[in-house]
């Protein structure tokens, strides 16, 4: 029987952890900030972001939603990112991605901040985390790689395949793995029998968006899977990329969805604002 690995668990520990250091920053006078900007209203981005605030509120941060019309233009929105990166208040800003199609959104990261930047996006923040330098760590894979180490497997040596390239997901993933020692193949749309390089992965990173998309045929047994993939199955529910009922016989230690790398994606948030706030 697989380990599961329970991310909402692990989520709520790292919390009650920020939420401590909240307390103690708060008596020298520091209150952790965090903005987040959210242009339109669509329903998945606004409901992203009501979490992130509520998760704010919840470990005692500063948070300010800055709701902007679906027609911003892109001058508005720069203007808002400089008006944010020039209060001291702030110690974090993100704004909601997607943007609406006639805004460009690798603009907007390049004017938030490096220092404000808690989704790590910023590219002066990838080039750190490239070189292993890092302050701000991507959400998900820092997510990911908290959840493989509070259940104690070790990446050093170990095979891990991603299957997925995105900026946001599966390329810092795949940096984040290399750095523990892993040894890495990326994988994405174009790869060649798909199923045979998952089958060689001790661990397997799924970072596709496609419902059950990781079969049973695609995993070695012994294997260690993280499922990222946040989809709704033909009932609407939601489910990952990882066909979770043919899987987890097979596997050593698996993450569910939902309640697992979903949870600790907005941890990671906090924790970058925290990291921010105390100047670290
Ligand atoms: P994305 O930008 O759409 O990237 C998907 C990746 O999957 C691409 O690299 C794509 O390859 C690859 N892919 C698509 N079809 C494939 C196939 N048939 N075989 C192999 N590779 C294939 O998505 P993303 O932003 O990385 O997100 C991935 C999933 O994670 C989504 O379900 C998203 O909702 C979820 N997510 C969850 C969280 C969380 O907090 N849990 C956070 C972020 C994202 P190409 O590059 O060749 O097109």
Redesign the pocket.
């Known amino acids: 029987m697989a380990m599961r690995i329970d991310g909402k668990a692990i989520a709520a520990d790292i919390r009650r952890e920020i939420a401590a250091e909240v307390t103690e920053l708060k008596k020298k006078g520091i209150t952790p900030g965090l903005a987040v900007i959210l242009v339109g209203e669509d329903p998945a981005s606004c409901t992203y972001v009501r979490n992130k605030t509520k998760a704010c509120d919840e470990v005692g941060f500063y948070a300010r939603q800055i709701n902007m019309p679906a027609d911003t233009t892109q001058e508005e929105l720069l203007a808002q990112v400089e008006a944010l990166n020039a209060d001291p208040t702030i110690h974090g800003i993100l704004c909601q991605l997607p943007l609406p199609r006639h805004l460009d959104d690798k603009a907007v990261i390049a004017a938030i901040s490096p220092d404000k930047d808690v989704d790590a996006f910023h590219a002066q923040n990838v080039g750190h985390i490239m070189i292993g330098d890092h302050r701000f760590l991507p959400?998900?894979p820092a997510?990911v790689m908290e959840l493989i180490h509070r259940a104690g497997v070790s990446v050093e040596g170990k095979h891990c395949v991603v299957?997925?390239?995105?900026n946001?997901?599966?390329k810092p993933m795949g940096m984040l793995l290399l750095h523990e020692n892993g040894t890495v193949t990326i994988?994405?749309?174009?790869?060649k029998d798909?199923a045979a390089v998952c089958r060689q992965a001790d661990i397997l990173v799924a970072?596709?968006?496609?419902a059950k998309?990781v079969t049973a045929d695609m995993v070695k047994p012994g294997a260690t899977v993280i499922d990222?993939?946040?989809?709704r199955d033909e009932n609407g529910k939601l489910c990952g990329?990882v066909d979770f009922d043919a899987v987890e016989p097979l596997c050593e230690a698996i993450t569910p969805v939902p309640g697992g790398?979903?949870p600790?994606?907005i941890a990671m948030l906090l924790k970058n604002t925290l990291t921010a706030a105390k100047g670290e």
């Open positions: 959400c998900t997510g299957i997925g390239r995105s946001i997901v599966g994988c994405h749309s174009r790869t798909l970072a596709v968006g496609k998309f990222v993939g946040m989809n990329d790398v979903g600790m994606t």
